[in-house]
């Protein structure tokens, strides 16, 4: 009898694991944690193009929002879904862990690429009178309190995190410092054109978006030197603040992916960033190449992770 269920057993299992599609079958989901039309929008759509102008798979590609609690929603999804579906991350993932605002780490998931990287920028209202990086940081550092900064969709991410590192180097303490927390860029610009914050932390491509609607001013950027197709926005070095900060993007699978489908989807993601339509993506957003394969993402997640940690536990 226990023979006979035995059998059975083994019967109904791979039963079960034979009807249950290949990867190159099925339709593929990709969760952005967030709203649509922000970073992480834009890397999932970037991706979904150059797949589809490559001809790379030949089934649908879905792209869904799940928003909520800075990104932490979406990634608790993906965890619920099978091996067809990912999720577009950043270093968000590491900081919500590491200031408490979540229970999930990288260790979670398994880490897939990093596709891109940005940079960090300051923005101003048009008609403030904060001419320079230094002029805010002149401010900041005699009554930070009158000079809250804005950051969305989280405390604790490089938006802030970043802008403290900087004014570290002006002797101005991250706990003096008032930032702003705003669910998403239209909330963050409004308030800045309200005057309710004097300045914004947030993406360089972000920052170049509201630029260009002239209601902004870029007056520093966290590159190592001047971007190409931003002549005249100062980097944060040549003004005194010797800090360099990447903002990458990447993505990440379902905890338990096989090494198969670990593979399957590293192949996938190294095809789109080897294709010139990856490079047409990078220049239109403003990114940088900044790509890592499965294994170097993990190793980028746990040096991150360390670098984070004590960038936090400075004073």
């Not at 989901?29 to 039309?37: A, E, K, L, M, Q």
């Not at 990093?114 to 990287?117: E, K, L, V």
């Given at each position: 009898m226990k023979q006979l269920l035995l059998l059975v057993l083994i019967f109904f299992t791979a039963g079960c694991a034979a009807s249950s599609p290949p990867l190159e079958e099925k339709e593929l989901?990709?969760?952005?944690?967030?709203?649509?039309?922000?970073?992480?929008?834009?890397?999932?759509?970037?991706?979904?193009?150059?797949?589809?102008?490559?001809?790379?798979?030949?089934?649908?590609?879905?792209?869904v929002y799940e928003e909520g609690d800075g990104g932490n929603d979406g990634w608790a999804r993906l965890n619920e879904e099978d091996s067809s579906t990912i999720a577009i991350n950043s270093?968000?993932?590491?900081?919500?862990?590491?200031?408490?605002?979540?229970?999930?780490?990288?260790?979670?998931?398994?880490p897939l690429a990093?596709?891109?990287?940005e940079w960090q920028a300051v923005i101003v209202s048009s008609d403030s009178s904060i001419q320079s990086i230094n002029d805010l940081m002149d401010k900041l550092k005699t009554e930070p309190g009158r000079y809250p900064i804005g950051i969305e969709p989280q405390f604790g991410n490089d938006d802030q995190i970043a802008f403290a590192q900087a004014a570290r180097t002006k002797s101005i303490s991250a706990a003096s410092l008032r930032f702003f927390r705003y669910p998403d860029?239209?909330?963050?610009?409004?308030?800045?054109?309200?005057?309710?914050?004097?300045a914004a932390s947030l993406s360089s491509s972000q920052s170049e978006d509201f630029a260009a609607n002239g209601n902004v001013r870029i007056i520093a950027i966290s590159s190592p030197k001047r971007l190409g197709h931003?002549?005249?926005?100062?980097?944060?070095?040549?003004?005194?603040?010797?800090?360099?900060?990447?903002?990458?993007?990447?993505?990440?699978?379902?905890?338990?992916?096989?090494?198969?489908?670990?593979?399957?989807w590293g192949e996938l993601l190294n095809?789109?960033?080897?294709?010139?339509?990856?490079?047409?993506?990078l220049k239109k957003n403003h990114w940088t190449h900044f790509y890592r394969n499965s294994e170097d993402t993990e190793a980028l997640l746990r040096s991150d992770t360390k670098k984070y940690r004590y960038i936090m536990n400075q004073k």
């Open positions: 989901t990709f969760i952005v944690p967030g709203s649509p039309n922000g970073g992480w929008d834009a890397l999932a759509k970037s991706i979904k193009t150059v797949i589809e102008r490559e001809q790379l798979i030949k089934q649908p590609i879905h792209i270093s968000l993932l590491l900081t919500n862990n590491l200031l408490g605002h979540s229970n999930l780490q990288y260790e979670d998931f398994t990093t596709m891109a990287s860029g239209k909330a963050l610009l409004k308030a800045l054109q309200n005057g309710k914050i004097a931003l002549p005249d926005v100062p980097t944060w070095k040549e003004q005194g603040i010797n800090v360099v900060f990447p903002h990458w993007r990447g993505v990440m699978g379902p905890g338990d992916l096989t090494e198969a489908e670990r593979k399957w095809a789109v960033q080897s294709s010139p339509y990856w490079k047409e993506e």
